[in-house]
């Protein structure tokens, strides 16, 4: 079993920043790559980022340039730095991985961006 917890989410104004936190707990031996995903409302789940366990990252178009993934192993932890937010960012954020044959994902933490 793998444990994923999200924090970091909030309100934030046009053009500003946030940072995700995503904590995996459990046999986290198994984890390979992790993801953030995040959905609006009325819209499909979508992949956001997504970082290997040797560092490799990829990025949706949408938020190249302004979004860094990035993890830490000694803690367990994978992070979203997200930067020159917009509106269309608003959305649940989602973490997930895929170990011991199934996928895990987080409670998700909500980004609202005002203009």
């Known amino acids: 079993q793998v444990q994923l917890v999200e924090s970091g989410g909030g309100l934030v104004q046009a053009g500003g920043s946030l940072r995700l936190s995503c904590a995996a707990s459990g046999t986290i031996f198994s984890i390979n790559v992790m993801d953030w995903y995040r959905q609006a409302p009325g819209k499909q789940r979508e992949l956001v980022a997504r970082?290997?366990?040797?560092?490799?990252?990829n990025y949706a178009d949408s938020v190249k340039d302004r979004f860094t993934i990035s993890r830490d192993n000694a803690k367990n932890t994978v992070y979203l730095q997200m930067n020159g937010l917009g509106p269309e960012d608003t959305a649940a954020y989602y973490c997930?991985?895929?170990?011991?044959?199934?996928?895990?994902w987080g409670q998700g933490t909500q980004v609202t961006v005002s203009s």
């Open positions: 970082i290997t366990s040797g560092g490799s990252t």
């Open positions: 997930h991985t895929f170990a011991l044959a199934r996928h895990y």
